[in-house]
C-alpha cells in the first residue's frame, strides 16, 4: 500500500485547510487510519484516527471539535478537515494505514505511511 498525503500549505491564523491521503494498492475499507504530526523540534504526535467501521473517531485533545476526520471510498482517499487554525498547528502532517480493527492512537501501531505534507500556520 502506497499514501500520498497533500493538501498543506501557509494559511493564517484562524483559517483553513484539508489534507488529503490518498491510496493506492489497497483500498482504504481495510484499514484504520490516523493521521499524525510532528512540529518543529517535537516529537511526532497523535492527531485523529478514524476506525474501518463504525463511529469510533477519536481526536487529540487539542484539536478536537475543529478537525474532522472523513473517508471517500470512490476517490480511495482520507481526509483532514482543519479548521480554526492556530500557530501551534504549524507542523508536518502524516497519515497512516494499519490492519486489524483497534484504532490505534500510537504511531508505531501503523505499517503504512505517506510522504507528510506541511501545514504552516502564520499568526
Known amino acids: 500500500v502506497q499514501l500520498q498525503a497533500f493538501g498543506g500549505g501557509l494559511v493564517q491564523v484562524g483559517g483553513s485547510l484539508r489534507l488529503s491521503c490518498a491510496a493506492s494498492?489497497?483500498?482504504?475499507?481495510?484499514?484504520?487510519v490516523g493521521w499524525f504530526r510532528r512540529a518543529p523540534g517535537k516529537e511526532r504526535e497523535f492527531v485523529a484516527v478514524?476506525?474501518?467501521?463504525?463511529?469510533?473517531?477519536v481526536y487529540a485533545d487539542s484539536v478536537k471539535g475543529r478537525f474532522a476526520i472523513s473517508r471517500d471510498s470512490a476517490e480511495n482517499t482520507v481526509y483532514l478537515q482543519m479548521n480554526s487554525l492556530k500557530p501551534e498547528n504549524t507542523a508536518v502532517y502524516f497519515c497512516?494505514?494499519?490492519?486489524?480493527?483497534?484504532?490505534?492512537?500510537?504511531?508505531?501501531?501503523?505499517?503504512?505511511w505517506g510522504q507528510g505534507t506541511l501545514v504552516t500556520v502564520s499568526s
Open positions: 497512516a494505514f494499519r490492519g486489524g480493527e483497534y484504532p490505534s492512537t500510537q504511531a508505531y501501531g501503523y505499517d503504512y
Open positions: 478514524t476506525p474501518r467501521r463504525g463511529d469510533g473517531t
Open positions: 494498492g489497497g483500498t482504504i475499507s481495510s484499514y484504520v
